[in-house]
């Protein structure tokens, strides 16, 4: 395979990331919305608007973790990936039709077991199309999604809800999943051949679970994901509220000033992956190291912020020193596991890392509850205290660098280099 369809098939699963997480923050502004939380009667309980979030979490880690090895074993990347697009294009459209908050509660666990595969098949068609070495910046590109979903998911759903309502923002979002999200993957994401390697041969879903499960390095990464999630959808669960009632932040600024951390993020992800392939395998821990340092410390100045400028030139640096860690987690998944359970590596990772990290906006949610509705503080605290684990092990793994795994299965060809 070309370089050229390589790289469409990596910018392709860039827009499917994209978005994904631009449906992933469309509760975090919703949850802004009056008209909204009257309708579900959610309005002014904190708690169960951070368990919105956390449903989709729990489904999605579940998802990663039990439906990746059966997608790796039967499905592959391109098959999984139209199933899993067009099963959340449905739940995101039946959701606005959801006729109390159970059924709505219900529809975002489904969204998220429907997301739930997403980035492990991301990380298998890295691993499929790239040599060990070269895999930081596809890694980097196809994760800007996350950055880039965020950073305009959050002034684009804003606007949908208060330019038309909060239907409109769920509708428009089905409409481009199916519409952009499909056509992507059947146009460009290849699949490579494999050689030597027959049907009866493959390991099968019990086979392909219990080798993810022996990965080397397996905890410190799962801490680290847990950390850098439990990062992600609790500052993007409260990021808007926070604004709007904390600093009184005008809807337009809101949309503007949520949407920079994850544009520093994308910035900084994308030096993050350039900087992976330059460093030698016993550094690939560093950015975690320097991310959750200065992270944590951006967040600290958030909670205790005098000033409007001040704590949004907080929140933006803390978004900066986050987006450094990002590439850095399939990277090491990838030199970790074998290359025939990359995967499912991975949906272990990604799907226990989503089912714990997937109490932090609800915890968050208690701590502002706690504080009076208006304890902003104390919640962006805890997302501190998890960088703090991921300081920790990451400094291990500088201590403890990780070994190259085995390039591929038994009895298959290695990785060609196109």
């Known amino acids: 395979m070309s370089a050229r369809a390589r790289?469409?098939?990596?910018?392709?699963?860039?827009?499917?990331?994209?978005?994904?997480?631009?449906?992933?923050?469309?509760?975090?502004?919703?949850?802004?919305?009056?008209?909204?939380?009257?309708?579900?009667?959610?309005?002014?309980?904190?708690?169960?608007?951070?368990?919105?979030?956390t449903v989709f979490l729990i489904g999605y880690g579940i998802a990663a973790f039990v439906l990746t090895p059966f997608y790796e074993t039967s499905l592959g990347v391109r098959r999984g990936l139209v199933v899993s697009v067009a099963l959340w294009s449905l739940m995101t459209l039946l959701s606005p039709y959801a006729l109390g908050?159970?059924?709505?509660?219900?529809?975002?666990?489904?969204?998220?077991?429907?997301?739930?595969?997403l980035f492990s098949l991301k990380t298998m068609y890295v691993r499929e199309h790239f040599a060990p070495h070269e895999a930081g910046r596809p890694n980097a590109v196809s994760s800007m999604g996350v950055s880039l979903g965020t950073a305009a998911g959050l002034p684009l759903i804003t606007y949908l809800v208060y330019r038309f309502d909060w239907h409109t923002s769920f509708v428009a979002l089905a409409a481009l999943n199916a519409v952009i999200g499909l056509p992507l993957i059947l146009l460009f994401v290849r699949v490579r051949r494999e050689r030597g390697v027959r049907g009866a041969e493959r390991p099968g879903f019990r086979a392909t679970l219990k080798g993810a499960l022996r990965m080397p390095r397996l905890a410190p990464i799962l801490v680290i994901e847990i950390a850098t999630l439990a990062y992600l959808w609790g500052s993007s669960a409260w990021l808007p509220s926070y604004l709007l009632h904390e600093r009184?932040?005008?809807?337009?600024?809101?949309?503007?000033?949520?949407?920079?951390?994850?544009?520093?993020?994308?910035?900084?992800?994308?030096?993050?992956?350039?900087?992976l392939d330059r460093l030698p395998r016993r550094l690939l821990a560093l950015p975690f190291v320097v991310g959750s340092t200065g992270t944590a410390v951006c967040v600290l100045l958030v909670a205790g912020a005098d000033s409007d400028a001040a704590a949004a030139t907080a929140l933006i640096l803390a978004g900066g020193f986050w987006g450094l860690q990002g590439p850095a987690i399939p990277t090491l998944v990838q030199h970790c596991a074998p290359a025939h359970l990359v995967g499912s590596a991975y949906g272990v990772v990604n799907g226990v890392g989503n089912l714990v990290s997937a109490f932090m906006p609800t915890l968050m949610g208690v701590a502002i509850a706690a504080s009076g509705g208006h304890g902003f503080g104390a919640g962006f605290s805890l997302l501190a205290g998890a960088q703090a684990l991921t300081l920790v092990c990451g400094a291990w793994l500088l201590v403890r660098p990780v070994r190259e795994a085995p390039a591929t299965e038994p009895g298959t060809a290695p990785l060609a280099r196109t």
């Open 101 to 117: 908050a159970l059924t709505l509660t219900v529809l975002r666990a489904l969204l998220g077991a429907a997301e739930g595969p």
């Open 248 to 275: 009184h932040f005008s809807l337009s600024a809101m949309g503007i000033v949520s949407a920079l951390p994850f544009l520093m993020s994308l910035v900084s992800g994308f030096l993050g992956g350039l900087l």
């Open 7 to 53: 790289w469409a098939g990596v910018l392709s699963l860039l827009v499917i990331v994209l978005i994904s997480y631009v449906d992933r923050v469309n509760v975090s502004v919703l949850i802004t919305d009056k008209a909204f939380t009257d309708h579900f009667g959610i309005t002014g309980d904190p708690t169960a608007q951070g368990a919105l979030s």
